[in-house]
């Protein structure tokens, strides 16, 4: 798991293709890696990854063809910036959302304006995945956590403060540009009670009904 806030952006040093998957190496930069081991969690670019080897100054992940078909890796090249996020511990400060770095859909960039300092980003998302974001609510875009302003249709606009604009891979963006999305895991939590038919009301919850869940007072 993860927050969504980026704690570095990285570069991808090389790519090997393996039989229709890739091998990623990329160099953290800034991001600290002693407390990386194998096998460990890295979000890159909100894809969960995990670490196959530690040269020193990054990482290397394998990517299978199941996630190049699905995420934004599949068009990155030599020098790409990436979001980095190691995946959080029981002391992590969740200052963004919870985030699995499981891809849900690919969005793109269909609008960037200037307003003030900050950057107002508007995104088109799969039509699929559009019931599930909602103004002031949570997503996941290239790993990092945001707050949606506006939603139109599948279309929905972020504010992008100068710190976000030039501490990720935003300041790269342009019109078209494709992006990794997560929506947030609460509303699909929530589109599966619903649809399951059983959704408790309060008529419903009853001392029988609490002991046959498995509660006992004593």
């Not at 393996?18 to 890159?44: C, F, M, N, Q, Y």
């Not at 030599?78 to 996020?85: D, I, P, Q």
């Not at 408790?200 to 007072?217: D, F, M, Q, R």
């Amino acid at each position: 798991m993860f927050t969504g806030i980026i704690q570095a952006v990285g570069e991808v040093a090389a790519i090997e293709q393996t039989g229709g998957d890739v091998k990623l190496r990329i160099k953290t930069g800034a991001l600290p890696l002693e407390d990386v081991h194998l096998g460990d969690s890295i979000a890159t670019n909100g894809v969960c990854l995990t670490v196959t080897e530690l040269p020193g100054d990054g990482y290397w992940a394998d990517v299978s063809t199941e996630t190049l078909s699905l995420t934004s890796l599949k068009s990155i090249v030599v020098g790409s910036a990436v979001n980095l996020e190691k995946s959080l511990t029981p002391t992590t400060a969740l200052g963004g959302h919870l985030v699995s770095g499981h891809v849900d859909g690919l969005g793109r960039v269909v609008g960037l304006t200037r307003d003030a300092r900050s950057w107002r980003v508007s995104i088109e998302a799969p039509a699929d995945l559009a019931r599930y974001i909602a103004q002031k609510g949570s997503i996941c875009v290239d790993g990092t956590s945001l707050t949606v302003n506006a939603v139109e249709g599948a279309r929905f606009e972020l504010n992008i403060i100068p710190q976000t604009w030039e501490e990720t891979v935003f300041s790269g963006y342009a019109l078209g540009t494709e992006v990794n999305l997560e929506v947030d895991v609460i509303a699909r939590y929530l589109e599966r009670l619903l649809q399951s038919g059983v959704a408790p009301t309060a008529s419903s919850i009853t001392v029988e009904t609490l002991k046959n869940a498995g509660y006992h007072s004593d």
